[in-house]
């Protein structure tokens, strides 16, 4: 099946400097990546996603990049904001979905 | 008020009881989806389902069952031979056959004691 690995397990940043979370993917079939960030105590919510038909997208300040050749794709938030600190979650999706073990992100004010 | 709705939110059961969770959904969504969520694990597949009276094994599925008898209803069964049973467990649901957004329900705590 699907393995999804992520990087980095934790980061930190200053408020308002840029991060950025990479994952990579095993299943070249996988068609759909979407990137969930849950606060604590809260469900996963998307936050944005991309087809593998695209290369990049992009939300105001959040950003997805997919490379399928390489098969790996990364969340880049620029500007980040004290709430913007949570746990965010990749995830590769062909019949099913499956994720990566997430990134907890501090924004430090 | 559409969603998809997990009950009870917090479960505790003794060591050696079956146990079942519900999840419920009326976004008449084809696919669920069972993880586990475990501290610095992120979420695990246990069982999903793409349609009625079909579902498949995800990558931990020993010690649960599930069924889906109805398109609104995905229950999971924590059975007596599951070895660390106590978690966070979520269940999903989307629109179709992969390539969707899956919509997370707001998640069991169970513990086993």
């Given at each position: 099946g699907e393995n999804v690995e992520q990087h980095p397990s934790t980061l930190s940043v200053q408020e308002g400097d840029s991060a950025v979370i990479k994952c990579t993917y095993s299943d070249s079939a996988s068609n759909y990546f979407p990137w969930y960030k849950q606060e604590l105590g809260k469900r996963p919510q998307l936050i944005i996603d991309i087809r593998s038909n695209v290369g990049e997208k992009k939300d105001q300040r959040i950003a997805v990049t997919l490379n399928k050749t390489a098969k790996h794709f990364s969340l880049h938030i620029t500007e980040t904001q004290p709430e913007d600190s949570a746990v965010y979650f990749c995830a590769a999706s062909r019949l099913d979905m499956r994720f990566g073990a997430g990134t907890r992100l501090t924004v430090k004010p | 008020d559409g969603g998809i709705t997990q009950s009870p939110k917090y479960l505790f059961r003794k060591e050696?009881?079956?146990?079942?969770?519900?999840?419920?959904?009326?976004?008449?969504?084809d696919a669920?989806?069972?993880?586990?969520?475990?501290?610095?694990?992120?979420?695990?597949?246990?069982?999903?389902s793409q349609i009625v009276n079909d579902f498949q094994k995800g990558d931990i599925a020993e010690g649960y069952s599930v069924s889906r008898e109805k398109k609104e209803s995905f229950p999971l069964t924590v059975t007596s031979?599951?070895?660390?049973?106590?978690?966070?467990?979520l269940c999903a649901s989307s629109p179709g056959q992969g390539?969707?957004?899956?919509?997370?329900?707001?998640?069991?705590?169970?513990?086993?004691?």
């Open positions: - | 050696g009881q079956n146990v079942t969770l519900s999840c419920e959904q009326n976004l008449n969504h669920m989806y069972w993880y586990r969520q475990d501290p610095g694990q992120g979420l695990r597949l246990i069982y999903y031979a599951q070895k660390n049973p106590t978690a966070f467990y390539g969707t957004e899956a919509f997370f329900g707001q998640g069991t705590r169970l513990t086993v004691v």
